[in-house]
């Protein structure tokens, strides 16, 4: 048995637990173990190397991916399929472990639906794929945002000022919910919930007429204005799978806060320092346990499928299911988080 294993889309910590996870896993099996470099476009451009054990060791802390990865979509171009399905012949693949979010795990669900054998890893550090509770990287990623509130804090009150803290975020508010409730942010701003700039000055104003004279705002980089009905972002570009580049909306929102309230604000953009360093605990443990799974599901030939977390039990759901749609907060979580706000 020979298995090919990939990551695709945005790194996240995680990646490399769960990579040597399936190494460990196939060569205690007696499986070969293929690692195909640079997502998707390494089996387009056939760049792989082998792994093993002795590659897999070390690894388990490190953040981002030892494979390399990229937002390459076979599906993008005519012949793209034809490569990647004629390569991982080539190469001589019995099947193939993606590791992504819902972009990579399409292109996995796509190549399953023409004969090649796929199994999903879910990794996602915006958490918003349906089929499953939690996806690794999210949790490291909101600590990531906690810290920076926290350090955050004390220069805001220093300086009396109001710090507007852009996170990532698309369709999805998880990262803004959970690491602004974590971190005491005083209003949260997410893609679920539209919201006006009137409103948003209204709280930071009664901050003030309480003596709090300094406010830490958490946006979503995919939150939505109410009154222009749309994302705010500075770039058109596109990647390849037709999503935008966000990013802006925390220095506009800063702008706004300046000119209705008065109150100075300075706008953070906390960006790939969300995707880096090490893992935390709980993503380590989480991306071994799918890499495990994912390994048991290619002995059973059980393909098609992706792992996933559901309560605290790892089980397996088709890859349509697992890509079919956005999973966005629960909004009992971001109730939760406004009885902190101003």
């Not at 966000?246 to 906390?270: A, P």
């Not at 320092?273 to 495990?292: C, H, K, N, V």
């Amino acid at each position: 048995m020979k298995i090919g294993i990939l990551t695709g889309g945005g790194d996240c910590p995680g990646l490399n637990p769960a990579i040597r996870a399936v190494v460990k896993k196939s060569v205690k099996s007696g499986y070969e173990v293929i690692g195909i470099r640079d997502g998707w476009k390494g089996l387009i451009e056939l760049n792989y190397k082998n792994l093993s054990s002795e590659t897999a060791s070390g690894i388990l802390h490190l953040g981002g991916t030892i494979l390399g990865t990229s937002r390459t979509n076979p599906f993008a171009t005519a012949d793209g399929p034809q490569k990647v399905i004629e390569n991982i012949h080539r190469i001589g693949l019995d099947a193939l472990v993606a590791i992504g979010g819902d972009d990579t795990l399409g292109v996995a669900y796509k190549l399953y639906g023409k004969g090649v054998n796929t199994i999903g890893i879910p990794k996602t550090i915006d958490n918003d794929l349906s089929a499953t509770d939690f996806t690794f990287g999210f949790d490291s990623a909101v600590n990531i945002v906690m810290n920076a509130l926290d350090n955050l804090h004390s220069t805001a009150e220093s300086h009396h000022r109001v710090l507007v803290v852009e996170v990532m975020g698309r369709h999805a508010g998880w990262i803004a919910t959970y690491g602004g409730l974590a971190g005491g942010a005083d209003y949260i701003l997410v893609p679920e919930k539209p919201f006006t700039i009137d409103e948003v000055c209204s709280s930071i104003k009664r901050r003030h007429s309480v003596g709090k004279t300094f406010s830490i705002i958490v946006v979503a980089e995919g939150a939505v204005l109410a009154e222009a009905e749309k994302i705010i972002t500075k770039d058109i570009r596109k990647d390849a799978f037709g999503h935008a580049m966000l990013g802006g909306i925390g220095k506009f929102l800063c702008e706004e806060i300046e000119k209705k309230t008065g109150y100075e604000c300075r706008d953070v953009v906390l960006g790939h320092l969300q995707r880096g360093g090490s893992p935390t605990a709980f993503d380590r443990i989480l991306a071994t346990r799918y890499g495990i799974a994912a390994v048991e599901l290619i002995q059973k030939k059980d393909f098609g499928k992706m792992v996933a977390l559901r309560g605290n039990q790892i089980v397996a759901v088709s890859l349509e299911e697992g890509i079919k749609r956005s999973k966005t907060i629960d909004m009992d979580i971001y109730e939760i988080a406004s009885t902190f706000f101003g």
